[in-house]
């Protein structure tokens, strides 16, 4: 149970800075998926950042 806490705890604080990103707040009230890797680089998931990128830019382009 305590690891499934920690993921909960870690997803919230990904989203809560999401969220509160100061000048991507005024531009989009929503959250996408830059809003997530900005939050991630901030709270030091650096290390995700580009394979991450790859994803979302390839999702985009297989969408449209």
């Given at each position: 149970?305590?690891?499934i806490n920690s993921l909960n705890s870690c997803t919230l604080k990904l989203l809560l800075q999401a969220l509160w990103?100061?000048?991507?707040?005024?531009?989009?009230?929503?959250?996408?998926?830059?809003?997530?890797?900005?939050?991630?680089?901030?709270?030091?998931?650096?290390?995700?950042?580009?394979?991450?990128?790859?994803?979302?830019?390839?999702?985009?382009?297989?969408?449209?």
């Open positions: 149970m305590g690891g990103r100061p000048s991507f707040t005024m531009l989009c009230p929503t959250t996408n998926g830059d809003g997530l890797l900005w939050a991630m680089a901030t709270l030091g998931f650096e290390d995700y950042i580009e394979p991450l990128k790859s994803y979302l830019t390839r999702y985009r382009e297989v969408k449209n």
